[in-house]
């Protein structure tokens, strides 16, 4: 049986670092009351010239090295970013170009802060089906070019970066021993479109536009259906709970992550957590979290990771991989 090993991982921030301190002197905020409520200390946000190309480009690079994979040996890149360069072509590939890869399907999707799950998702298929052998996966944003800087009820929540992982195709027994995808679960639900999106764009207002976001509505839909689909990626995978070693949550705010760990009855020690010096990255926070985990050893071959991610539509989805 085929499956989706993950072989390399990568990741690249923008140098500047705003802390909590640097937005409270601008906005009516404070470090007290950002570190309560959503356990964010400081993000990184890219150089005015440095774009979410620049920022996958890096993460991909490194991800090859991590891996000992050449841009030639690519036949599919996605990239996961609800902040594109231009409206088209693709970012994937400006990437593609500025990796040399010459070869392969490169192109972009739009899941929001589940982008990277959703890559993940999308890429296991295509290795799954026999259609791709080495795949390279990218969630890259640029929030701070599209947060309103003067609502400090979301403002303060994001922050810029990028995370990449490569895949390759690899013979299974089919059973839950083997190391790779184990099971992936997606879902969108359309009814909730209001409670987070951005105010702009090509068909509408012909501008960029602004994220707009009912927290509270957000908060309540997240802790319930991110457990509820991590708990339905573990059951498609035939794996229990108790065999966890690693969450890896979309790090929107800390209470969420808590909440849902809690749910999901695993001790806190095993959640992997960058919240507070990423901030919400949206689909980048996920692979920013896994180079910093595998980087530093905590992450380790055979173990069980659960990854989970809920992003504006409502679109929400987690995966279950042996590492
Ligand atoms: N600093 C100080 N005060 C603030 C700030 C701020 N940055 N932002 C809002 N407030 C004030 C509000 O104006 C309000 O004041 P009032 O009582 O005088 O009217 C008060 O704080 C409470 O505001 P609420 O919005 O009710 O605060 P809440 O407790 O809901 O916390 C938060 C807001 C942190 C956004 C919370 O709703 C939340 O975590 N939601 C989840 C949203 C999220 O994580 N989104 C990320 C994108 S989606 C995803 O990735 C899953």
Redesign the pocket.
């Known amino acids: 049986m085929l499956r989706t090993r993950i072989v390399g991982c990568g990741s690249f921030l923008p140098e500047k670092v705003v802390t909590n301190d640097d937005l409270a002197r601008v ?4 470090n007290e ?2 570190v309560e ?2 356990g964010i200390e400081e993000r990184h946000i890219a150089a005015d010239d440095e774009t979410t190309s620049d920022l996958a480009f890096e993460a991909a690079r490194a991800a090859l090295g991590s891996a000992g994979v050449g841009a030639g040996d690519l036949d599919l890149l996605i990239l996961a970013t609800s902040t594109p360069d231009n409206t088209f072509p693709a970012t994937a590939a400006k990437v593609q170009a500025r990796l040399g890869m010459t070869q392969g399907l490169a192109f972009d999707i739009q899941a929001v ?1 589940a982008g990277f799950v959703c890559a993940l998702a999308v890429a296991d298929s295509f290795v799954r089906a026999g259609q791709a052998k080495t795949a390279l996966i990218i969630g890259a944003e640029t929030y701070s070019r599209i947060l309103d800087w003067n609502d ?2 979301t403002c ?2 994001f922050g810029d970066g990028a995370g990449a992982a490569v895949l390759t195709a690899s013979e299974g027994a089919g059973t839950t021993a083997d190391r790779g995808v184990l099971s992936v679960c997606m879902h969108t639900d359309g009814q909730h479109y209001d409670a ?1 999106f951005v105010d702009g764009g090509v068909s509408t207002t012909q501008t960029a536009g602004h994220l707009r ?1 009912q ?2 509505e ?2 309540r839909h ?1 802790v319930v259906k991110l457990a509820a689909v991590a708990e339905e990626a573990l059951a498609a995978a035939g794996i229990a709970p108790e065999a966890v070693d690693w969450l890896v949550p ?1 790090q ?2 800390r ?2 992550m808590d909440a849902t760990v809690r749910k999901l009855g695993l001790p806190a020690e095993k959640m992997i957590v960058t919240v507070d010096h990423h901030a ?1 990255t ?1 689909s980048a926070s996920i692979p920013l979290a896994l180079a910093e985990a595998v980087g530093d050893g905590r992450i380790k071959s055979g173990d069980i990771v659960v990854m989970e991610a ?3 539509g409502f679109v929400w989805g987690s995966a279950v991989v042996r590492w």
């Open positions: 906005l009516d905020t404070s009351w950002i409520r959503t802060c400090r009820s303060v929540l987070l976001m927290g509270r957000v908060f997240a979309h929107a705010n209470r969420i919400n949206s809920l992003g504006g």
